[in-house]
């Protein structure tokens, strides 16, 4: 949620910092700070607000030196005052502590330290760390941040700076994500690779319970109990570039537009005319005939992307399908048989719910497969097996061509699976895969001529209320529509399976709501969604429909409509959400909002 960069090297710390925060603050952006080492102290600077408002002059020449931590917050413990923004620091400002995360215990701590003389100046979780490890120093910083860690329960990353030791940063996590970036006389530690990928490609993913001590020249990583281990270096295959917005006035648009590329960067490796290839999922044919079950967990958009797999797994590979959001899934007591094969989506791979899912299914002895977009991330390394989609990097808080790669990953994992179930015959494969390889252009389409979706943004700016209603596979489209829209622009949507619209939301058609429909033309519901357009017309509600190309009929009976092109029933989710986040892009602008950076929200939710 928060966001963390540290360096320590040869250069200037400040500009470093600030690009790095700056890559960064998509995980929390209420209020920044920074600490340098310089001259034998600890200077600090920090104040509430957005990083791109931080008075970059004035702070440097306070913030001199080539050590140094920044870090942007999502407010978890205490309000949002400059106080309680990081760096948080012992009584004398020796120490310096950055921190993600909760620390669960920190009443009791805190109560531990005040009795001991400690005085506290700030309302958060992170004030304490910063104690105990001043409590524990006799000299050696890493092992007094070891000492401190032992004594914390709950989730952590953390970055260390102390005037006694100059030249090193100690770093330390626990479910919370920390990357150690290896640099050439430099190195960094962060939440996350982009905000690394400028000054190196190489980094070491930490692990829960372990602690890594930087200085320029080299870095040491150790377990909880002090041990000196080896840690694998990984090398990241997005570059820099790729994490910056080129030219888009948004990150959202931007990504939006990376449509067409991020499907076929998923797709192309894995199918031939008349194959989908999946060996990462490292399953035989008798085990994967031996599927009795799966059960999806996510959250947010992944769940939406789960509930179309759902439609896709049923129908095409013939296997039954449960979706559970993650947070309720971990909290009661599932049944998981042999045979469950649990898949967790998930854009970050480090969203705290769907993590916990996944290990309490594990637990339970299920075989866990993900799809994750982030290379490394926590769910991908306790996962048995990962289905990367390669979207490439994703900075908007609004997640968008993620969602479409994780929809083409779970095509692809539906028919590898159908076929080896026997329940696909190759031709069937070939029509499948051939739907799939026109689909990337048919985005781009859609992407290349915004002017009606402009248009209609211009006419409902100002609204505060909308329906979204769908059918079948377009129902979770419906949920995913009315999300991206109150993210990013705070108009409050409902989304909502058309039919149920009688129960309920019918009370709020008037003239002045307008109900979004996902109307593509299919054999199954278009007849009933046309009876549920005339039910709002009858009630004067405005009509917005997304609808296939070429049909006049129900255009006829729309006030305003979005063409998507055709494609297969099951593949259509894919072209109909796209005009659901331009419109809701194009209005969140309109209104005068940040698409990428919406109020109280953040990329990764790493607490719970
Ligand atoms: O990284 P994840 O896919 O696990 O994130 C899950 C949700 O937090 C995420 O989809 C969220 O709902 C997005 N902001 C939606 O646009």
Known sequence: MCGIIGYVGSRETLPILLKGLSCLEYRGYDSWGIATIHKGAIAIEKDIGKVK????????????????LAHSRWATHGKVTRE????????????????????ENYAELKNELENKGYLFSSETDTEVVAHLIRDSYKGNLREAVLCAIRQIEGSYALGVICRDVPDRIIAARNESPLVVGIGNGEQFIASDVPAVLEHTNRVVYLENGEVAELSAERVSFFSLDGKEIEKEVHTITWNAEQAQKQGYPHFMLKEIAEQQIAIEQTINERMTDDEVLL????????????????IIVACGTSWHAGLIG???LEEIAKIPVEVEYASEFRYRDPIVEKGTIILGISQSGETADTLAALREAK??????????NVQGSSITRESDAVLYTHAGPEIGVASTKAFSSQLAVLYLLTVFLGKIRGVLPLQQVKNRIRDLRLLPLQIQSMVDDTTEVERLAARFSATQHALYLG?????????????????????HAEGYPAAEMKHGPIALIDKKMPVVFIATKDDRTYKKIISNIEEVRARGGIVIGIVSKGDNEIVAKTDYHLIVPKSSYILTPLLAVVPLQLLAYFIAVKRGFDPDKPKNLAKSVTVE
């Open 53 to 68: 408002d931080i008075d970059v002059p004035a702070i440097s020449s306070l913030l001199k030196g080539t050590i140094g």
């Open 84 to 103: 309680n923004a990081h760096p948080q620091t012992d009584a004398d400002a020796g120490i310096a502590v950055i921190h993600n995360g909760i620390i």
């Open 279 to 294: 060996p990462e999922l490292l399953m035989s044919e008798a085990e994967v005939k031996d599927i009795k079950r799966v």
């Open 310 to 312: 759902e439609f896709m």
């Open 363 to 372: 637990r339970k002895g299920a075989r866990v497969i993900s799809i994750v």
């Open 471 to 491: 059918r079948g596979i377009n129902y979770p489209i419906a949920l995913e529509g009315a999300l991206k829209l109150k993210e990013v622009s705070y108009a």
